[in-house]
């Protein structure tokens, strides 16, 4: 598959991190406060803020397996399948107040036993998040990602021994463009890894995401990532709007973001019961977490 024709700006990490937050905000004064923050401490799935609240939940629970701060964190249970089989551990989130830029972040931790097998068939990507537009369709978001005629994602694709590399991308109007971390990106022809089973496994990772719907007549969507406080993927030129005629109410309508969900299907499954876990989620319109 080729290379996509937007710019993409890799910064490859160099140097540790302790998984903390950036006390240093850039571009001025510390942002508005997180939409939506949670930190499972309440020991439920039920918290809820700004009309923002959970919805689906797939495989997973509060757990006191192990937090990355506090007691709680959310654990996300995918069963051991055979083969071309997909198990699902969902967290699903909604409904946001049409928005057209979201940022999340969350703490996630990776079992010692995770390994990004590759299935039968072309699916084999596991889920980082996915936010859509429900496009009229059920109001609890449910299914409304099948028929949605805007969404924008990221998800893990396999890599070289186990390890998962990543895939961002977005659907406008039943297209799907996707936009891939390949093999030949990095320095001489290194894979980047999102989950690298050398470093990552058995330990807190801190992943922040920044999606924003290009707007009219423009191609400056945005798709940023960020691990453990270091930007590894940037794209700012995307043309990522519904709709053929972008002046269309209808195309306008259907662009805000309305849904999320994190981690989600794992096409590609895994031979083992493998559990991830997901602490201090947080959903903003700005940056309230410091990265640069």
Not at 145 to 167: E, I, K, R
Not at 244 to 261: E, H, M, R
Request: glycine fraction near 10%; aromatic fraction near 14%; include cysteine.
């Amino acid at each position: 598959m080729g290379r996509p024709n937007q710019a993409i700006n890799f910064v490859i990490p160099t140097a540790s991190f302790d998984g903390k937050y950036y006390s240093r905000y850039p571009g001025g004064d510390r942002p508005e406060p997180a939409l939506f923050s949670d930190d499972f401490e309440s020991g439920t799935l039920s918290h809820a803020e700004n009309n923002i609240a959970y919805l689906e939940r797939i495989s997973v629970s509060a757990s006191a397996d192990r937090a990355y701060s506090g007691n709680y964190s959310a654990k996300f249970t995918f069963p051991d399948a055979a083969s071309g089989a997909d198990p699902w551990a969902e967290l699903r989130f909604g409904k946001f107040d049409d928005l057209n830029e979201i940022w999340i972040g969350y703490k996630l931790w990776v079992p010692a036993n995770y390994y990004h097998r590759i299935g039968p068939d072309s699916s084999n990507n596991k889920g980082l998040f996915m936010f859509w537009n429900a496009g009229g369709h059920d109001d609890n978001g449910n299914n409304g990602y099948d028929v949605a005629p805007h969404l924008m994602y990221s998800s893990f694709q396999p890599g070289d021994n186990g390890n998962s590399t990543m895939d961002v991308g977005w659907k406008t109007d039943g297209a799907t463009s996707h936009h891939y971390i390949e093999q030949d990106d990095g320095p001489d022809g290194d894979q980047i890894n999102i989950i690298d089973r050398a470093t990552d496994l058995g330990r807190w990772i801190d992943f922040v995401c920044r999606v924003k719907v290009c707007d009219l007549g423009q191609s400056n969507g945005i798709f940023q990532i960020w691990k453990d406080g270091v930007r590894i993927w940037s794209l700012t030129d995307a043309t990522n709007r519904a709709g053929s005629n972008p002046s269309d109410a209808n195309a306008i309508a259907n662009n805000p973001l309305q849904y999320g969900y994190i981690l989600g299907w794992a096409n590609s499954g895994f031979d083992n019961e493998t559990s991830l876990y997901v602490d201090d989620l947080k959903i903003a319109t700005t940056n309230v977490f410091g990265v640069s």
